[in-house]
């Protein structure tokens, strides 16, 4: 994978955006919405793809219908923040499938991490014999999402 940022002409830029609204989207007709060619087009995207700038293609699933509607951010608080206890910790939260995104943070708390569940009961297990039990773990804050007000899973592409 290339770590630079490629060069984004207008018909790359169209290509992402289409992609990122519908990545099963046939070349075809990704190649008609943005004015190319059906080989240019799928050149592009092959290009787009090895550069790293195209990581993959998933499918989107609905976090209620899956049995895990509540959103908690738990900020965590470390003992110690030297290389190896960061690296232990972070090794350790890969492996949990309930954190969805884990950041290493500046300010107050070491990590943010946005933990998935089906109810409070189940984030009560998650946080007493998960959470609390991850490597190096001083400290646990918890705050739990009422609603999404904004999500989107579309990056803005100038």
């Given at each position: ?157 100038r």
């Open positions: 994978m290339n770590t630079s940022s490629p060069t984004l002409d207008k018909f790359d830029r169209s290509i992402l955006r289409e992609l990122q609204r519908n990545g099963r989207i046939a070349n075809s007709a990704l190649a008609e919405h943005v004015s190319l060619s059906e080989s240019a087009c799928l050149r592009r995207v092959r290009t787009l793809e090895e550069s790293g700038l195209i990581e993959g293609y998933v499918a989107l699933i609905n976090q209620e219908q899956a049995g895990c509607p509540v959103n908690v951010f738990v900020n965590i608080t470390l003992e110690r923040q030297d290389q190896t206890d960061l690296h232990t910790f972070e090794e350790a939260v890969r492996k949990l499938p309930e954190v969805m995104e884990c950041y290493l943070m500046t300010g107050d708390y070491d990590y943010l991490l946005r933990v998935v569940a089906a109810d409070t009961a189940d984030f009560e297990r998650i946080h007493s014999k998960v959470l609390t039990r991850l490597p190096g773990v001083s400290r646990v804050h918890s705050s739990f999402a009422l609603r999404a007000v904004q999500k989107s899973r579309e990056l803005p592409i």
